[in-house]
């Protein structure tokens, strides 16, 4: 029953992908959750289910990071974070869930570099 919802999640995503006018993404990326919610709600513990969550996740940040809207952004990155954290816990044997997390890391290491930075100039 969850491969409704996660099929229908991923054609959005993939619809998603092509927008080019952000309420049009933002719109989708709200669906995407509603429909991934469903989802780990019938079965948590699929992998796959975790990280398409997650890329859903860090795939908006990165859209908010590029309009500079960091601290939605930072929010999101979390949030991909986490579920990838998740997709690993249950599916061990997928490096590319471990690739994927290092990515968001790495952004959201960023952000917080940026922040003391900003921090430290501001404050000297």
Do not use: H, M
Request: charged share 30%.
């Amino acid at each position: 029953e969850y491969v409704y919802y996660t099929e229908f999640a991923e054609d959005i995503f993939a619809a998603t992908l092509d927008a080019d006018d952000l309420p049009t993404v933002e719109q989708n990326f709200k669906k995407i959750f509603e429909l991934y919610d469903e989802a780990v709600k019938i079965s948590g513990k699929q992998p796959y289910i975790r990280a398409n969550y997650g890329l859903a996740y860090l795939t908006l940040a990165d859209v908010y990071a590029q309009l500079s809207r960091v601290e939605e952004a930072k929010v999101l990155y979390e949030r991909g974070i986490e579920e990838y954290k998740k997709a690993i816990e249950y599916g061990r044997n997928n490096p590319i869930y471990s690739y994927t997390l290092a990515q968001g890391l790495v952004k959201l290491s960023r952000f917080e570099s940026d922040r003391v930075l900003r921090s430290r100039s501001e404050n000297p």
